[in-house]
């Protein structure tokens, strides 16, 4: 059965600290692969997304993630985290039956 | 497009009562999802459909449970009887099919609180 794992339940972090938040997911076929972030009280929002092309992802806020086939993961990183950055982070993978399996989520608390 | 819409925000109702959560896609996606989220389960898809018609329901957890998509911009999640262990925020997405990929886009969610 497909399923996408996050490997960090709960990270604590400083501000300008740098991030990185671990994703495998197990699917043999071709998939299109997403971070989502959940601020606090709010709707999931897309961060980034990987369809094709260029394995390293830019997103939205100074996200980026890195799509390595053969490890079967999509890790999200930022360089420098900011206090704003709270916010609950969802790797999502989508498969070719269009059915979108989430990870868990891994909350992300920044300290100023 | 004002994105994903959905009501009520807030339902707070007591054990016994019928829930409908209400959601309207944004307008030209073909794909309407229902997810639940809790604390203990984390993101679970309920059901899908597609241009209108189900497709995936697995994820509906009982009979209790029932959505509908009478056109291409409304849906319905309903729950009759409502149980306390069914308190949890419901977010509803649409997509559009297209070659290459898509994305989901969600709504603000719906908390259900079942006393």
């Known amino acids: 059965a497909q399923s996408v794992s996050q490997h960090n339940h709960h990270v604590i972090l400083s501000e300008a600290a740098s991030l990185e938040l671990g994703c495998n997911y197990s699917?043999?076929?071709?998939?299109?692969l997403f971070w989502y972030v959940q601020y606090p009280g709010q709707h999931l929002q897309l961060l980034l997304k990987?369809?094709?092309?260029?394995?390293l992802v830019k997103g939205i806020k100074g996200f980026e993630a890195e799509f390595i086939k053969s490890k079967f993961s999509f890790n999200l990183r930022k360089p420098s985290v900011q206090w704003s950055d709270t916010a609950e982070y969802f790797c999502?993978?989508?498969?070719?039956?269009?059915?979108?399996?989430f990870g868990t989520g891994t909350r992300l608390t920044v300290i100023p | 497009d004002a994105g994903v819409i959905q009501s009520p925000r807030h339902e707070v109702t007591e054990m016994g009562q019928e829930v409908t959560l209400r959601c309207k896609p944004i307008?030209?996606?073909?794909?309407l999802f229902w997810y639940r989220q809790t604390m203990m389960r984390g993101l679970e898809l309920l059901i899908y459909?597609?241009?209108?018609?189900?497709?995936?329901d697995s994820g509906m957890p009982e009979d209790r449970f029932s959505a509908k998509m009478p056109n291409a911009s409304f849906s319905t999640l309903k729950i009759q009887p409502s149980e306390p262990r069914d308190s949890a925020v419901y977010f509803c997405?649409?997509?559009?099919?297209?070659?290459?990929?898509?994305?989901?886009?969600f709504g603000p969610g719906t908390r259900l609180t079942v006393l």
């Open positions: 997405a649409s997509s559009l099919r297209r070659t290459g990929g898509n994305e989901q886009f």
């Open positions: 699917y043999g076929g071709t998939v299109n």
């Open positions: 990987y369809f094709s092309g260029d394995p």
């Open positions: 999502a993978v989508l498969t070719g039956a269009n059915n979108l399996f």
């Open positions: 307008s030209g996606h073909d794909y």
């Open positions: 459909f597609n241009n209108n018609v189900p497709i995936d």
